[in-house]
Structures are given as C-alpha cells and as structure tokens.
C-alpha cells in the first residue's frame, strides 16, 4: 500500500496505479462534496469527473500547505462554483423576493430529520441561495471569502445566507407538517 506522499509522487509521475489508487480513496468524501451544489447524482458525477481530471492535472502544484484532502476539496468546490457559473448567467438574483427573513433564535431546528432529508432540503433551495449556505455553512468560508469566490459583494453572501436559512426552515416545518399527516 501506497503512503500519500507516495501516491501524490505517483500521480505526478503519471502512474495510472498511483491516480486509481488516489481516485479510490477520495472519490466517495468528494462526491459527497460536489452533491451539495447540485441537483442530482448524474451533476455530483461530472463534477466529481472534472474536479479530478484537474486534481491530476495540477497536482505537482500540491505545496504540502495543508492537508491533500483539503486541496482536493477545494478544487471540487472551484469545479461545482464553475459549473453553476456556467449553467446559470445570474447566479445569485432573489428567486423569491417577498421572502421574510426572521432572527436566526426564532428558527427551530427539528430533532428528527436525518441527514439525508436534510441534504434534500438544502438541494431544494434556490440556486444562489445553496451555495451561499453551503459555502458558509458546511464548507465553513468566512464572507469575506465566498464573496470573493463568487464575485458578490460581502454584503450580498450575508443576505443570501439569511434568506437561506429562512427558506430552509420553511422547508424543514412543512416536511415535518408532511410527516405529522402521514402519521394521522
């Protein structure tokens, strides 16, 4: 078995072992990161295709900085940001513009809502507003940082995190009011 160090030399000696043994080992954490800004599986997919084809491609750059892994997770994050740039001109315009943003210890956090129907929720939100929160929320960006990422005003990332949150809670109660009928 191949160390990271030794898998890296690999990959930039371009071993196909080396890579195979790399995309094995990140794939399935790096899918898991592409699915948050996208729809469905068949997007998470190319994303995930994409991301590594540049993972290979710039991985002599790797400086030891960090962790690989983290290297590895913001190139998916740049490759999904890149592709939603692509699909959609106006990434971040209100999609809902009379959206009521209440304060943050106003909104409940339901106890039995399990991960993946809170991954669902999240993929239901409003395209800028997703990757607002999940740049925020789940990737841990300050707002400083994912206004220079996605070429938005500090301001802007803010107001797009809180009508996030809004929106998500309004989903989190009606799947709750769906799961209290089907009960009844």
Known sequence: MYSEEELIKGC??????????LYQK????????CFR????????????QEGFIKVFKNIGKFQNLGSFEGWIRRIMVNTALEEIRRKKNQLLTDDIDTI????????RTEEN???KELVKLIQ???AGYQVVFNLSVIEGYTHKEIAGMLGINEGTSKSQLAKARTYLQRLINKNEQIKETEKS
Not at 100 to 107: A, K, L, R, T
């Open 12 to 21: 930039i000696s371009e071993k196909r072992e080396c890579q195979k043994l």
């Open 26 to 33: 990140f794939a399935g954490k790096m899918l898991a990161v």
């Open 37 to 48: 800004y996208c729809k469905n599986r068949d997007e998470a997919e190319d994303i995930l």
């Open 100 to 107: 009521y943003v209440q304060p943050e210890s106003d909104i």
């Open 113 to 115: 809502i399990n991960a």
């Open 124 to 126: 239901a939100l409003p």
